[in-house]
Nanobody, 124 residues
């Protein structure tokens, strides 16, 4: 089991940057594939980016490719999402999630562990 806590959200102007962090508690952090999801008001939770156990593979939804970068530091039990060139449509609550396999999956139902979320607001 792993506990996840997000941080780093906030208010930023369009075109700006934010760096989200997801801290994991538990000695087995490195055994989980991790992902970022987001949910805007009135919309379903959507996959943003994922990273496998070893950080050797990443995957992004098309709308963030080239702007967002996912990474992890297993020694620090932490995952990151560097977000650049933010757009108003990126505004949402961002969640980190973990699944007990090595591979990335874009379905939220495949992730057993979730953080509480961090709000990202982008002003036009």
């Amino acid at each position: 089991q792993v506990q996840l806590v997000e941080s780093g959200g906030g208010l930023v102007q369009a075109g700006g940057s934010l760096r989200l962090s997801c801290a994991g508690a538990g000695r087995t952090f490195s055994t989980y594939a991790l992902a970022w999801f987001r949910q805007a008001p009135g919309k379903e939770r959507e996959f943003v980016a994922g990273i496998n156990r070893s950080a050797g593979m990443t995957y992004y939804t098309d709308s963030v490719k080239g702007r967002f970068t996912i990474s992890r530091d297993n020694a620090k039990n932490t995952m990151y999402l560097e977000m650049n060139s933010l757009k108003p449509e990126d505004a949402a609550v961002y969640y980190c999630a973990a699944r007990t396999t090595s591979s990335i999956n874009v379905q939220a139902s495949e992730y057993a562990y979730w953080g509480q979320g961090t709000q990202v607001t982008v002003s036009a």
